[in-house]
């Protein structure tokens, strides 16, 4: 065998090894830690960049989200912080901590996991830690994360630094495994809430839990039902200022793919039996800018309300982390129905 020979079968040789540890996922890869998130603006209606009406919402501005770290992406809820930060809560318990500035640029982000309790060393296997939900409890700073494969709720400190306490309510053991808790809220009046995707109720829609306060595993919560737009599961829930409930809903169709539909409730509509059903605020479908539409946040501007919502890629290179923006007019009308007829 010539050498030439000799080193071109060498060179096939090594280019198959390399070809088949980028496939197979090399076991000495070293995650990127890169703290870097870019921002780039979008339109609303590729065919009409100036468009800003959305239903009853006024669209302010929409981002494409990227960055080099491993853990970006997968954005299931989005948490407003008093001091002007957002906390988004990744899919499979990552958290990425940022402030947005007036131009879309992204400020002094921070992406890291989740802590476990115990400080174990080595990550839980993924169906442990499915996060979909975060909720910050205003005293004493406190949130409350949902987790959906094993149908739980994890209370953490104020810093986020520590995992101190988690409850599995029974009510939520017979949700199907991806498709359980999905939208954490608290009311105005310390109640929280929790909806479930794909948890069907009796009746139809699907399966709403109240707690009157805090959620405890000594207190069993209480069931109601929400009724979604026809063709939506709720993926995430955020209360305004006068005590609505706004709930972020999305749709998988063919051939129309992925839309969202923002409803609004009345909170006091919230209770035991009741079978609540929103107004449409606004629908989000193609050729509009949409993804798979996961996140919802609630600030404040010059006194209107602005909501926030953010989609979940999947770590899929076909899909994009997408931050929109708008205002919400005042007192726009949200009704219940079909009234309060009883899930027994």
Same mark, same amino acid.
């Given at each position: 065998?010539?050498?030439?020979?000799?080193?071109?079968?060498?060179?096939?040789? !090594?280019?198959?090894?390399?070809?088949? #540890?980028?496939?197979?996922?090399?076991?000495?890869?070293?995650?990127?830690?890169?703290?870097?998130?870019?921002?780039?603006?979008?339109?609303?209606?590729?065919?009409?960049?100036?468009?800003? +009406?959305?239903?009853?919402?006024?669209? *302010?501005?929409?981002?494409?989200?990227?960055?080099?770290?491993?853990?970006?992406?997968?954005?299931?809820? !989005?948490?407003?912080?008093?001091?002007?930060?957002?906390?988004?809560?990744? %899919?499979?318990?990552? $958290?990425?901590?940022?402030?947005?500035?007036?131009?879309?640029?992204?400020?002094?982000?921070?992406?890291?996991? !989740?802590?476990?309790?115990?400080?174990?060393? +080595?990550?839980?296997?993924?169906?442990?830690?499915?996060?979909?939900?975060?909720?910050?409890?205003?005293?004493?700073?406190?949130?409350?994360?949902?987790?959906?494969?094993?149908?739980? *709720?994890?209370?953490?400190?104020? %810093?986020?630094?520590? +995992? $101190?306490?988690?409850?599995?309510?029974?009510? #939520?053991?017979?949700?199907?495994?991806?498709?359980?808790?999905?939208?954490?809220?608290?009311?105005?009046?310390?109640? =929280?809430?929790?909806?479930?995707?794909?948890?069907?109720?009796?009746?139809?829609?699907?399966?709403? *839990?109240?707690?009157?306060?805090?959620?405890?595993?000594?207190?069993?919560?209480?069931?109601?039902?929400?009724?979604?737009?026809?063709?939506?599961?709720?993926?995430?829930?955020?209360?305004?200022?006068?005590?609505?409930?706004?709930?972020?809903?999305?749709?998988?169709?063919?051939?129309?793919?992925?839309?969202?539909?923002?409803?609004?409730? %009345?909170?006091?509509?919230?209770?035991?039996?009741?079978?609540?059903?929103?107004?449409?605020?606004?629908? *989000?479908?193609?050729? $509009?800018?949409?993804?798979? #539409?996961?996140?919802?946040?609630?600030?404040?501007?010059?006194?209107?309300?602005?909501?926030?919502?953010?989609?979940?890629?999947?770590?899929?290179?076909?899909?994009?982390?997408?931050? #929109?923006?708008?205002?919400?007019?005042?007192?726009?009308?949200?009704?219940?129905?079909?009234? =309060?007829?009883?899930?027994?």
């Amino acid at each position: 065998m010539t050498f030439k020979r000799r080193r071109t079968l060498l060179v096939i040789a !090594l280019l198959i090894a390399l070809s088949w #540890m980028a496939l197979s996922g090399d076991r000495q890869h070293r995650p990127n830690n890169d703290q870097v998130i870019s921002s780039h603006s979008i339109p609303l209606d590729p065919r009409n960049p100036s468009r800003t +009406e959305l239903g009853k919402l006024r669209f *302010l501005g929409a981002w494409v989200l990227k960055s080099e770290n491993d853990r970006f992406g997968g954005i299931s809820s !989005l948490e407003a912080l008093p001091d002007g930060r957002f906390v988004a809560l990744g %899919d499979g318990a990552t $958290l990425i901590d940022f402030r947005i500035a007036p131009d879309g640029a992204i400020v002094d982000p921070f992406i890291r996991p !989740l802590p476990w309790r115990g400080n174990q060393k +080595e990550e839980p296997e993924y169906e442990e830690r499915d996060s979909e939900s975060i909720v910050r409890v205003p005293e004493p700073g406190e949130y409350w994360i949902s987790f959906e494969n094993r149908s739980s *709720l994890r209370r953490y400190s104020p %810093d986020l630094s520590r +995992e $101190l306490e988690t409850i599995r309510p029974k009510a #939520m053991k017979r949700w199907p495994s991806n498709g359980g808790g999905e939208a954490l809220a608290r009311l105005t009046d310390g109640r =929280f809430i929790l909806i479930a995707e794909y948890g069907e109720a009796k009746g139809g829609g699907y399966e709403g *839990l109240i707690w009157p306060g805090q959620p405890s595993a000594k207190v069993e919560p209480q069931r109601f039902a929400y009724l979604p737009p026809e063709g939506f599961h709720a993926t995430d829930a955020k209360v305004l200022p006068d005590g609505r409930l706004l709930v972020l809903n999305r749709r998988l169709a063919f051939p129309t793919g992925l839309s969202a539909a923002l409803t609004v409730i %009345d909170g006091d509509a919230i209770r035991p039996g009741a079978r609540v059903r929103g107004t449409l605020l606004a629908k *989000l479908e193609s050729p $509009l800018a949409v993804d798979n #539409m996961e996140a919802l946040a609630v600030t404040q501007e010059g006194g209107q309300n602005i909501v926030w919502i953010a989609s979940d890629d999947n770590f899929n290179a076909f899909q994009r982390t997408l931050l #929109m923006k708008f205002a919400l007019p005042k007192e726009p009308s949200a009704t219940t129905g079909p009234g =309060f007829d009883s899930l027994n």
